[in-house]
């Protein structure tokens, strides 16, 4: 056979294969989540707080927890992040200190996120007196998920045809005008996006809020600034080292199936609104 | 006096990207009223000197407009001139038909919504007289909140016209608006100039000489970063 048909069908095999690869990782963690967490599911363990150390009750203040985090750490960064990358594409004109604006973002991603708690909490804890509170954790997680929104922000706005922004500009249109018929809607797709993947990076986080924003047990809803919340995945890890009790064990598991349910609605809920703003556009 | 005569007057213009020049010494004056075609060959700064008329080279890096250039009787380098207020009585309209992702209607009064005052200005209204002027209203008149994009080319090319006219510019900057278009819907868009120079002045960039003889009455050739008014040796 021709040699470059053989080659052309090895690389489509390759690439098969490694997808399926990547697809079977994803199946046999799904479906150990689901298998180990699936028998600890009952209203009980949604809707009741956890009692005896997490071995009884269920995870519904962990739930709260973890959703107050995350829409806090989404509302606080969403505007900073549109701030600083309008700043970047629409004010800052010189060529070198655009490309350093860049290197800072990129090298903020980079952080370890443990290096990110020990500072968060140093800063808005220590220095700034919330002590360990929701308050610190949802600042911690904005920060560190400022870098994920502000890449995909930036690319949806970078990516706007120069036409429609000549246009505005031709209509007489000021920078702040520009921005709100133009640059803004049209890079609606980004935000979404990139809020997305930043809740998503904010709901598998453990070790920074694990000091600074959460306690384990006896937690409720907060009452003030100045308190912890406590949240699923700290719930997960502590359950986890508890490893010789059974029935403390399946909870992990069942607090992380729900912690996988709640990132998949939000995917499906974020996709949703995006097919609609699509429609929208195509209208 | 002259300054009634004439919209847009340059006195020894030099334009230059980062040191090097495009156009240097150019001095030469546009009717009101009138249509002035500007010729000259591919990359020779036709369209340079034409976005230079609205000040819409100023985001190019390394850009820079040298001499006096005088659009409706005042330096538009002038540090007080307000370059919206600029743009707005300057339109602008550019060689690919530009409409964004919105209705028809809401493409028309897109500029407009900025620069009405807030008190009684009738939109509706103004959008049906900008689209009769574009000669766009009998195509459109039924479907205006339908998606732009669903318009031909020459339409979409008609409706980027109502949306700059509809801000009510009193100069038109032309930047080859037919270049992309099918014979028909060019011709479509020189009736549209023919018609618009009664209360507009228009500035037409064109690579097409016939172009130029058929609606316009100035020529202004732009060739080895020069510009003169006699008709030129071009092509």
């Keep these: 056979m021709n040699p470059r048909l053989w080659k052309e069908r090895a690389t489509i095999l390759i690439l098969y294969g490694l997808t399926g690869c990547g697809c079977l990782v994803l199946a046999v963690i799904l479906t150990t989540v689901i298998m180990k967490g699936a028998p600890a599911l009952s209203g009980e363990f949604l809707f009741e707080e956890s009692r005896n150390f997490g071995s009884e009750g269920g995870i519904f203040y962990q739930m709260i927890g973890t959703l107050i985090l995350m829409a806090g750490a989404a509302i606080v960064c969403l505007p900073v992040a549109l701030g600083s990358v309008l700043f970047q594409t629409e004010f800052l004109h010189s060529p070198p200190l655009k490309k350093m604006f860049r290197f800072l973002i990129y090298s903020l991603n980079a952080v370890p996120t443990i290096i990110f708690g020990l500072i968060g909490y140093l800063f808005f804890g220590v220095l700034l007196d919330a002590g360990v509170s929701w308050v610190t954790g949802v600042l911690i997680l904005a920060v560190m998920i400022l870098p994920t929104l502000h890449v995909s922000i930036h690319e949806a706005v970078e990516s706007i045809p120069d036409h429609y922004r000549e246009a505005g500009l031709a209509l007489g249109l000021s920078p702040g005008q520009q921005m709100r018929a133009v640059i803004l809607p049209q890079s609606m797709y980004g935000m979404v996006t990139g809020t997305l993947l930043g809740l998503a990076r904010a709901a598998g986080e453990t070790a920074a809020i694990m000091f600074t924003a959460t306690a384990f047990s006896g937690v409720q809803l907060p009452q003030s600034w100045t308190e912890p919340v406590t949240t699923l995945q700290t719930h997960i890890l502590v359950l986890a080292q508890e490893a010789t009790n059974p029935k403390a064990l399946t909870h992990a598991w069942g607090a992380g199936l729900v912690l996988l349910t709640l990132v998949f609605i939000l995917i499906s809920v974020t996709l949703w609104i995006r097919s609609g703003m699509e429609m929208e556009a195509e209208r | ?235």
């Design chain 2, 1 to 235: 006096m002259t300054e009634n005569v004439y919209a847009i007057q340059l006195e020894n213009v030099r334009l230059s990207y980062s040191g090097k020049a495009v156009i240097d010494g150019a001095s030469c004056a546009i009717r009101k009223n009138a249509v002035t075609a500007v010729v000259g060959p591919s990359g020779s700064g036709k369209s340079t000197l034409l976005r230079t008329l609205c000040r819409m080279n100023d985001r190019i890096p390394g850009f820079r407009a040298e001499g006096s250039v005088r659009v409706l009787g005042r330096d538009i380098h002038d540090p007080g001139i307000n370059v919206y207020e600029l743009r707005k009585r300057v339109g602008m309209v550019f060689q690919k038909p530009c409409v964004f992702p919105k209705s028809i209607y809401e493409n028309v009064v897109f500029g407009l919504r900025f620069h009405a005052s807030p008190n009684g200005e009738n939109f509706s209204e103004r959008a049906e007289r900008a689209l009769r002027d574009a000669f766009l209203w009998d195509e459109v008149k039924d479907r205006l909140d339908q998606p732009a994009h669903i318009l031909s080319q020459g339409q979409q090319q008609r409706l980027a016209m109502a949306r700059t006219l509809a801000v009510d510019p009193e100069i038109l900057l032309m930047d080859e608006p037919t270049s992309a278009l099918d014979s028909k819907s060019a011709n479509a868009i020189e009736d549209l100039i023919l018609s618009l120079k009664e209360h507009h002045t228009i500035v037409l960039v064109t690579h097409h000489v016939e172009q130029a003889e058929r609606v316009a009455e100035d020529l202004i050739c732009v060739d080895d970063q020069t510009v003169c008014h006699k008709p030129c040796q071009y092509p």
